[in-house]
């Protein structure tokens, strides 16, 4: 064969590559738009069944000198290639994207309190509000450790119906109270959305838990409101679902919207739950929400809590939630997991002489 021939024929074969390349760009407009389609219908993007036919289709054509599987290979590369692009347009959509805001957000709370941003924050507090003593005792504790926001469960969804529930609303006015005797910010889960506004007069931050992430009702509840909302991933979920969770306080109009990892479950026995450090990055990556780590949930263990911390810090986590207690072993709820007082003060100063975290 000579050159010319040689030369005639990679003519014709780069002729052909445009083809076909212009050709899978107008296959992938389609199938985007078939995308938007599906999207507005609530249907699933892949459709196995559809993809079967195509194959099927595709392999009864085929004249060679591709063999039936190697057709079935290089169809089932472009139909995959395809339906990442149908989530990658649908992820670049989202609120929570760092498509759609490529600086972090910060959030302001009163009294000049900033979540993410060039500072870290350290939310400290009971797991549960008991009596009016305890969340003084701790609330005074933590103003002299230059603490700013305090946390305190009312409502408490328990895996067993005959474990501690909680004081209600109680909880949240013996909460506010303390807090605002010592000049203290307020956070608190609320898990109905019919307690969200009475909730308003209590908390600066509404805490949704783990265990209603995908309570969808209450987040398109909480998105309604003007006021800060720290979103925990579930025990179970995906960072791909924990922000789905989040668009949908987002997308109600509610911007101040905060992520929490507290562990997710696995195997693992030795401790409470598993830190998913890793999503911490992958999280500031992904979305301009702060993101924080909540070291007392996902290791259940108060041995490990500062390294755990520091990890977190290390990662990019614009703050650390740990539970502190003024006397753990009479606790209600979570009593082996919570820090005492001086342990909490011993915790917080081996955090800061890390240097990680910012202040």
Same mark, same amino acid.
């Given at each position: 064969?000579?050159?010319?021939?040689?030369?005639?024929?990679?003519?014709?074969?780069?002729?052909?590559?445009?083809?076909?390349?212009?050709?899978?760009?107008?296959?992938?407009?389609?199938?985007?738009?078939?995308?938007?389609?599906?999207?507005?219908?609530?249907?699933?993007?892949?459709?196995?069944?559809?993809?079967?036919?195509?194959?099927?289709?595709?392999?009864?054509?085929?004249?060679?000198?591709?063999?039936?599987?190697?057709?079935?290979?290089?169809?089932?590369?472009?139909?995959?290639?395809?339906?990442?692009?149908?989530?990658?347009?649908?992820?670049?959509?989202?609120?929570?994207?760092?498509?759609?805001?490529?600086?972090?957000?910060?959030?302001?709370?009163?009294?000049?309190?900033?979540?993410?941003?060039?500072?870290?924050?350290?939310?400290?507090?009971?797991?549960?509000?008991?009596?009016?003593?305890?969340?003084?005792?701790?609330?005074?504790?933590?103003?002299?450790?230059?603490?700013?926001?305090?946390?305190?469960?009312?409502?408490?969804?328990?895996?067993?119906?005959?474990?501690?529930?909680?004081?209600?609303?109680?909880?949240?006015?013996?909460?506010?109270?303390?807090?605002?005797?010592?000049?203290?910010?307020?956070?608190?889960?609320?898990?109905?959305?019919?307690?969200?506004?009475?909730?308003?007069?209590?908390? *600066?931050? !509404?805490?949704?838990?783990?265990?209603?992430?995908?309570?969808?009702? @209450?987040?398109? #509840? /909480?998105?309604? %409101? =003007?006021?800060?909302?720290?979103?925990?991933?579930?025990?179970?979920?995906?960072?791909?679902?924990?922000?789905?969770?989040?668009?949908?306080?987002?997308?109600?109009?509610?911007?101040?919207?905060?992520?929490?990892?507290?562990?997710?479950?696995?195997?693992?026995?030795?401790?409470?739950?598993?830190?998913?450090?890793?999503?911490?990055?992958?999280?500031?990556?992904?979305?301009?929400?702060?993101?924080?780590?909540?070291?007392?949930?996902?290791?259940?263990?108060?041995?490990?809590?500062?390294?755990?911390?520091?990890?977190?810090?290390?990662?990019?986590? *614009?703050? !650390?939630?740990?539970?502190?207690?003024?006397?753990?072993?009479?606790? @209600?709820?979570? #009593? /082996?997991?919570? %820090? =005492?007082?001086?342990?909490?003060?011993?915790?917080?100063?081996?955090?800061?002489?890390?240097?990680?975290?910012?202040?």
């Amino acid at each position: 064969m000579s050159n010319v021939e040689l030369d005639e024929l990679r003519e014709r074969l780069d002729g052909i590559n445009g083809q076909l390349l212009e050709l899978i760009s107008d296959r992938a407009k389609i199938v985007q738009e078939i995308g938007t389609l599906k999207e507005k219908q609530g249907v699933p993007k892949f459709d196995p069944e559809r993809e079967k036919q195509m194959l099927e289709k595709l392999v009864a054509s085929n004249k060679g000198p591709f063999t039936d599987s190697t057709i079935r290979s290089l169809f089932k590369q472009i139909f995959s290639a395809s339906l990442d692009l149908q989530s990658a347009e649908h992820k670049k959509t989202l609120l929570v994207s760092r498509k759609s805001q490529q600086e972090d957000t910060v959030i302001t709370l009163p009294g000049d309190v900033t979540v993410g941003g060039l500072s870290s924050l350290m939310v400290a507090g009971p797991c549960s509000v008991e009596s009016e003593l305890q969340t003084r005792t701790v609330a005074a504790a933590l103003q002299k450790a230059g603490i700013r926001v305090m946390r305190g469960g009312a409502f408490k969804p328990r895996t067993s119906p005959y474990d501690f529930q909680g004081l209600g609303m109680d909880g949240l006015r013996i909460l506010r109270e303390a807090a605002d005797e010592y000049g203290l910010l307020t956070i608190s889960e609320i898990v109905d959305p019919a307690h969200l506004e009475p909730a308003l007069d209590y908390v *600066d931050i !509404i805490q949704i838990g783990a265990r209603n992430m995908q309570n969808f009702e @209450l987040l398109k #509840a /909480a998105g309604e %409101l =003007n006021k800060p909302v720290l979103l925990k991933r579930g025990l179970a979920a995906t960072m791909e679902e924990f922000l789905h969770a989040a668009e949908y306080i987002m997308s109600r109009g509610n911007t101040q919207v905060m992520l929490i990892e507290r562990g997710i479950r696995t195997y693992e026995k030795w401790t409470r739950n598993t830190l998913d450090i890793s999503a911490v990055p992958i999280l500031k990556q992904e979305s301009h929400l702060p993101v924080l780590v909540d070291v007392t949930h996902s290791t259940g263990r108060k041995d490990i809590l500062v390294p755990c911390a520091k990890a977190a810090l290390a990662a990019g986590a *614009d703050g !650390i939630m740990v539970e502190v207690h003024p006397d753990p072993a009479t606790a @209600l709820s979570d #009593a /082996a997991q919570q %820090l =005492n007082i001086d342990e909490f003060n011993t915790f917080f100063d081996q955090v800061k002489a890390s240097g990680l975290y910012k202040q």
